[in-house]
């Protein structure tokens, strides 16, 4: 009779706590905070004198902020690099647009991808180089150990057997993604989601 009311990120912690050898690894981690991530994403960009389109000439870090923000984005949505050069893959074996401004845009589209792929490797190296991790590590985490380790899956899968999920609307693809493994034992899950 009890149930256990969570945010996905408390689930994270729940599966983190329980099972601490699988995450060894990572509770050697301190989680970076805002301006951390600001920061590391900074100095990233300016060392980084290849960059044409994310590193203007008279303002280096204009696009900082957009960067750190893609690559949270791009976490939530479980999104990795290699995906986004795989999408450039398919936006460079388009036709050409027929104007030359669909042409430019369609250039500077893949040269932004491209370095912004670059970049969010890089991040994801320097994050293991520091010992640290982001928030939205912690869901990609879990994801990781549910897919690696059979154990931890029906573990969880054996005490979660009825999932309801609230504000369904706000849930992003990796939390999404969390609650499709959790539920993948069955058939037909008891899930039940609600949305506004």
Do not use: C, W
């Amino acid at each position: 009779y009890r149930v256990t009311i969570n945010t996905f990120h408390g689930f994270a912690n729940e599966v983190i706590g329980t099972f601490p050898h699988i995450f060894a690894v990572t509770r050697n981690l301190t989680q970076l905070d805002d301006l951390e991530r600001l920061l590391l994403v900074e100095g990233l960009v300016t060392k980084n004198s290849q960059l044409k389109f994310l590193r203007p000439l008279r303002q280096e870090t204009s696009h900082v902020r957009d960067i750190a923000s893609a690559t949270r984005t791009s976490k939530q949505e479980a999104v990795t690099a290699d995906q986004i050069r795989d999408h450039v893959l398919k936006l460079n074996n388009e036709p050409p647009k027929k104007t030359k401004a669909g042409q430019e845009i369609q250039l500077r589209q893949i040269g932004i991808l491209t370095e912004f792929a670059d970049l969010y490797e890089a991040y994801q190296a320097a994050l293991t180089n520091n010992a640290v991790y982001d928030y939205e590590d912690m869901i990609l985490f879990v994801l990781a150990a549910l897919a690696d380790n059979a154990e931890v899956k029906a573990y969880f899968q054996e005490r979660y057997q009825y999932i309801l999920v609230d504000e369904y609307q706000d849930t992003n693809n990796a939390q999404n993604k969390l609650v499709e493994v959790l539920a993948d034992f069955f058939e037909t899950p008891n899930l039940f989601v609600v949305g506004d």
